[in-house]
């Protein structure tokens, strides 16, 4: 049951931006694994996430800024965070803003084009979490997140 101050709680998270991917929320991630009362539990995209320390900064900063001071944010790692923890609003969003969102799909779908004629450039993209990709229809870069 999602008390009063929790949902108020998630509400003030739902605005606090990615560090890496500034157009989705920590919420729209799924980085956002549960809030108490008291507490706001995190699980960043992997282990060794760069952005893990900002993440917690930044939503720190929000819940102080919004009179949560006494809300912990605990980072925990297990069970590790997955794609599947992405809303369907993070989906529309990275869509959007120009990169494929995460799918088992052999194939990426071109975020320009909209074409399924794209291929793997390299394994490594703008940051850790994504993987560069290239469409051969209108011959435009993108990023694709990773599936894991």
Sequence with gaps: MVTGVASRVWEVLKGVP?????????????????????????TPTYTGCPATLAIEASIRAALD???????AVETVLSPSWTTGWITPEGHAK??????????????????????????????FGSTPCKALWRCRACAEPFDRFKCH
């Design 65 to 71: 800024a919004a009179g949560y001071r006494e809300v």
């Design 18 to 42: 990615d560090p890496e991917i500034p157009v989705v929320s920590v919420v729209d991630l799924g980085i956002v694994r549960g809030v108490e009362p008291h507490r706001v539990t995190i």
């Design 94 to 123: 990275l869509h959007a803003y120009g990169i494929a969102p995460p799918s088992l799909a052999a194939t990426a779908t071109c975020p320009q084009c909209a074409s399924t004629d794209t291929e793997e450039v390299s394994r």
